[in-house]
């Protein structure tokens, strides 16, 4: 069975301060896929970023930045400067790869409220 | 290009009476999923479709509820006989995939109230 764990429930930083938000998943299978998506006030889930198992490599986009560590099962997300427009609620998943299965388990999501 | 869209936003339905939500994807998507999210939960996943056919429904959370995807693109989740445990937001989501992996794009959801 497939889990993921968002141990930090809110936080809240001040505009400019840089956070991260912790995901550490639980997976039988080799290979699998890892996603990050941002659910803002008004409700709509958006999709930020997928990672599949065999890619390690960081990844930084803008002021997003990934960093994926199978040793530790892991699969943070780096804000850098945050801003206002960063509030919101951001959930991790995970994905196993095999025909018929496509769907995603969440975990239960961490508040990121960014304090101007 | 269009989005995910779902219809009703928002549904109150007295207890026992029964509620249809709809589902049209993005445009060509070969995979549809429904996922139901309680207040401050993440989403959980209720069941999917490629095409019209329907892979797994092993999250629907009793026979009270039933999807369909008759002619592989629209879709409609189906409540019978609504209970109070029923109250969320219900997320529909598509995907171009077939395969795993493939990123999943999510309408603005349908919150189901049951008084």
């Known amino acids: 069975a497939q889990k993921v764990t968002q141990a930090q429930t809110e936080i809240s930083v001040v505009e400019k301060e840089d956070v991260t938000l912790d995901c550490v998943y639980e997976t039988r299978d080799t290979t699998y896929y890892l996603f990050w998506y941002k659910q803002p006030p008004s409700g709509e889930l958006v999709f930020l970023i997928r990672?599949?198992?065999?890619?390690?490599q960081n990844e930084i986009s803008g002021r997003y930045s990934w960093n994926f560590q199978k040793s530790t099962s892991s699969f943070n997300f780096t804000i850098t400067a945050s801003q206002v427009v960063d509030s919101a609620v951001y959930f991790c998943?995970?994905?196993?790869?095999?025909?018929?299965?496509?769907?995603?388990?969440f975990g239960t999501g961490t508040r990121l409220t960014i304090i101007p | 290009g269009a989005g995910v869209s779902q219809s009703p936003r928002y549904k109150v339905a007295k207890r026992g009476q029964d509620v249809a939500l709809r589902c049209d994807p993005i445009s060509g998507h070969v995979s549809l999923f429904w996922y139901q999210q309680a207040l401050g939960q993440g989403p959980e996943f209720l069941t999917y479709?490629?095409?019209?056919?329907?892979?797994?429904k092993s999250g629907l959370p009793s026979d009270r509820f039933f999807a369909e995807r008759p002619e592989g693109s629209v879709s409609t989740l189906k409540i019978q006989r609504t209970q109070q445990e029923d109250s969320a937001v219900y997320l529909c989501?598509?995907?171009?995939?077939?395969?795993?992996?493939?990123?999943?794009?999510f309408g603005p959801g349908t919150r189901l109230t049951v008084t």
């Open positions: 998943a995970l994905s196993e790869a095999y025909f018929g299965n496509e769907k995603l388990t």
């Open positions: 990672r599949n198992s065999f890619d390690e």
């Open positions: 479709f490629q095409n019209e056919a329907q892979l797994d």
């Open positions: 989501a598509s995907s171009a995939g077939g395969l795993a992996g493939y990123e999943q794009y």
